[in-house]
């Protein structure tokens, strides 16, 4: 009975070490099959909880388990992220609106609404320049002051109850009387040269024939910013006569049938706009449109009826224009990007 009761006791301990070895075998294989890289059925990850991996390029990487890579994701607001001065500007079209007379001995350098369908000019050319009040509908002349031979008249503004003129290759200006066009000061400017001249309400807005626009203090004429006028990163050159309009500096760009749009902020062209038709209609015969002096010069807006009026240098036409965006059918070689930015000497 003794006997059969130790042998009884003997295997059970068997059993139960048996069992406890087996169990421990199956820990093993599941640990030694990941480790190796084997799969039991082919379905298992081949890549263990944390072990380290290395990617394609070599960089050691961390996987919990191996599945086809995530898209990566667009940064949040990507477009916000360019820089501002290599955003692209926008290509604009235009519709004639009317037309009317433009006086052809005027070689305008300056263009400014007066109101009541009127218009303050600047003429240039030395023995020729003057400061003149013009109407819009018949483009006759009705006030008009001629300058010194001396002088060769440049950009022309309507800020503060006076009219503020540039002279061309001087840092100097005339002040007038809006009424009589009578000389009542005169000023200087940090500028190397007078081109351009309009105002924000607040500052005298200059350009002289560089990249460079430039804003005064109207009080003393103190260089409040200077801005580079760029696209793409490169500097626009030739800024020649301003208008602001509607938050933004237009400038007719010297020898093309340009204007750029400018920030008043960072200087960033922020739209172009190519009118070659308009010297096409203004010129009726070809030896006038290949006279390299009588190129698109004049911008003038109307705030409270909005319109926007151009004109050139010697030209018998004004335009008042309607600026809009192109329509899909434009958008081909002639209005693209490239080929404005190549008309427009960039
Ligand atoms: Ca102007």
Not at 100 to 113: I, R, W
Not at 145 to 169: A, I
Not at 172 to 182: E, Q
Not at 268 to 282: E, F, I
Request: proline letters at 5%; charged letters at 20%.
């Amino acid at each position: 009975m003794w006997k059969w009761a130790v042998a009884a006791f003997a295997f059970v301990v068997i059993v139960i070490a048996a069992l406890a070895v087996g169990f421990g075998k199956r820990r093993v294989h599941r640990s030694s099959s990941s480790a190796s890289g084997a799969s039991s059925n082919g379905t298992e990850p081949s890549v263990s909880v944390d072990a380290p991996v290395r990617s394609p390029s070599g960089t050691a990487a961390n996987l919990s388990v191996v599945s086809p890579p995530a898209p990566a994701a667009p940064p949040p607001n990507a477009s916000s992220q360019v820089p501002d001065a290599m955003k692209e500007p926008t290509v604009y079209a235009f519709e004639v609106v009317k037309t009317y007379p433009h006086d052809l001995a005027a070689f305008t350098e300056g263009l400014v609404y007066a109101g009541n369908d009127t218009f303050y000019e600047s003429t240039g050319l030395y023995g020729h320049s003057s400061i003149r009040l013009a109407e819009l509908h018949t483009g006759k002349v009705r006030q008009q002051r001629n300058m010194d031979s001396q002088w060769f008249g440049e950009g022309l503004t309507l800020f503060g109850g006076k009219l503020w003129q540039l002279v061309y290759k001087f840092n100097y200006g005339f002040v007038y009387d809006p009424v009589t066009l009578d000389v009542v000061g005169n000023f200087t400017t940090t500028m190397s040269d007078g081109w351009g001249l309009t105002h924000d309400g607040a500052n005298l807005i200059g350009s002289d024939g560089t990249a460079f626009i430039y804003f005064f203090d109207p009080a003393d004429f103190r260089e409040t910013k200077r801005l580079r006028v760029t696209d793409a990163g490169f500097g626009v050159h030739q800024i020649n006569e301003l208008e602001y309009i509607n938050g933004e500096i237009w400038a007719n760009i010297w020898l093309t049938d340009c204007i750029a749009r400018i920030s008043p902020e960072t200087g960033r062209v922020l739209g172009w706009m190519h009118l070659p038709d308009l010297k096409m209609s203004a010129l009726s015969n070809a030896a006038a449109r290949a006279d390299g002096d009588k190129v698109l010069n004049g911008i003038a807006y109307d705030v409270e009826s909005d319109r926007i009026f151009v004109t050139g240098k010697k030209w018998p036409l004004l335009f008042e224009i309607k600026v809009r965006g192109l329509t899909s059918n434009e958008m081909n070689n002639a209005n693209s990007l490239a080929a404005v930015r190549k008309a427009c000497h960039l």
